[in-house]
Every structure is written in C-alpha cells, then in structure tokens.
T-cell receptor
Framework: GAGVSQSPSNKVTEKGKDVELRCDPISGHTALYWYRQSLGQGLEFLIYFQGNSAPDKSGLPSDRFSAERTGGSVSTLTIQRTQQEDSAVYLC???????????????FGPGTRLTVL | LAKTTQPISMDSYEGQEVNITCSHNNIATNDYITWYQQFPSQGPRFIIQGYKTKVTNEVASLFIPADRKSSTLSLPRVSLSDTAVYYCLVNNAGNMLTFGGGTRLMVKP
C-alpha cells in the first residue's frame, strides 16, 4: 500500500475485555514497530519485529500485552483484560530493514485510539 | 540509552526562522540524530537525520557540533502549518526509537 495502515482507527471497550489492534506495514518493509502514546505525552516503545520474529519485547508493559506478525507483513497487538490505564493511541511503524549501526527511517501509521471505560 | 533534552514549548511568528536545540550528552559513536514532526491525531513523520556537521533538505537544516552532544533543528520561514510537536531522537542499537516529550512549536500569525 501507499503507507502504513492501522485498524480500527478508534476502539472503545469495557474494562476486562480483550482487544486486537491491526497494523498493515508498507509492502516490502521487513521491520515493524509498535508504540503507545498517552494523551499529551511522547511515544513509548512496545515491541519490534524483524520479519516474523520479535528480537525486542522489552517495552511490553505487562503479560496482558502480546503481539504477533505473520508472513512478514500484518501484525496484531493484543491486549487482554484491558484496564483503564491502557487507554492511549497505539502507533505502528515500519521500515525497510533494521540494523544496529545505521538508521532506517520509520514510517508511522495514523494510530488506533483505544478508550477503556 | 542516550537520553535527549529539548525545550517543552516554543512560540514563533509566521516567516521567522525557528531553531530548536536538543541535548544528548551520552550519544554513542554509532548513533545518529533524527528529528520527527507530529501533528495532532497523526503519527510522527521523519524530518531530517544527521551524524555530524550540517545536513539540509527541502524542509529543514540540522546542525551538529563536533562533540555531537547537542544538535539544532532549523526551520526557515515557518508558517502556521508548521505548528506541531518536534521530537529529537538518538538512534540506539536495535532501532528502538526513544521519544522524549518533544518540543511543542506554536506558530502565530
């Protein structure tokens, strides 16, 4: 596609319910990243994928959060038993490749606004 | 992790040049300095990246002194549409982007 897409754009759920957030990266991008942004705050890194594997899961805030990526493309971020503090905008980004000594521009999607009542 | 420090907010007027300085005292040898721009209700967008000296593109310039402990993003002749949050980042190993609070730039008519 032309850019990173995310769905849904908005999600309202009740406390305790599970939610799934989807990210479609730019075609051909091997690296995919999830971030969280609370209202008026900077971005918080959650997890990144290189292909289908996740070398760095250090940012996941609790075991209620999980993510997977299949076919080196679409990724799903799942939050189980949602809590009110999970309310935030969840942003996905992709880049052509990842490396440890150089930088590759990350392209961000529009985000999913999650509200937990 | 290299941490960045930048002003919380800045005000400017249309047509002026805006310079936003970022401190990154613990930058590593292999780290790059990157700036992103974020409009409300949108994901961040890459503006410019540099390693040392000066980099210029169609949007901005980035000035990096020899010690690389700071950098300055320069936006020439800003317009109202440049009102946004600007993030300074230092890339660390594994490509995790560590976003600070950013600088909220308000351009006034």
């Amino acid at each position: 596609g032309a850019g990173v897409s995310q769905s849904p754009s908005n999600k309202v759920t009740e406390k305790g319910k599970d939610v799934e957030l989807r990210c479609d990266p730019i075609s051909g991008h091997t690296a995919l990243y999830w971030y969280r942004q609370s209202l008026g705050q900077g971005l918080e890194f959650l997890i990144y994928f290189q292909g289908n594997s996740a070398p760095d899961k250090s940012g996941l805030p609790s075991d209620r959060f999980s993510a997977e990526r299949t076919g080196g493309s679409v990724s799903t971020l799942t939050i189980q038993r949602t809590q009110q503090e999970d309310s935030a905008v969840y942003l996905c980004a992709s880049s052509f490749t990842s490396g440890t000594s150089s930088y590759n521009e990350q392209f961000f999607g529009p985000g999913t606004r999650l509200t937990v009542l | 992790l290299a941490k960045t420090t930048q002003p919380i907010s800045m005000d400017s007027y249309e047509g002026q040049e805006v310079n936003i300085t970022c401190s990154h005292n613990n930058i590593a040898t292999n780290d790059y300095i990157t700036w992103y721009q974020q409009f409300p209700s949108q994901g961040p967008r890459f503006i410019i990246q540099g390693y040392k000296t000066k980099v210029t593109n169609e949007v901005a310039s980035l000035f990096i002194p020899a010690d690389r402990k700071s950098s300055t993003l320069s936006l020439p002749r800003v317009s109202l549409s440049d009102t946004a949050v600007y993030y300074c980042l230092v890339n660390n190993a594994g490509n995790m982007l560590t976003f600070g609070g950013g600088t909220r730039l308000m351009v006034k008519p």
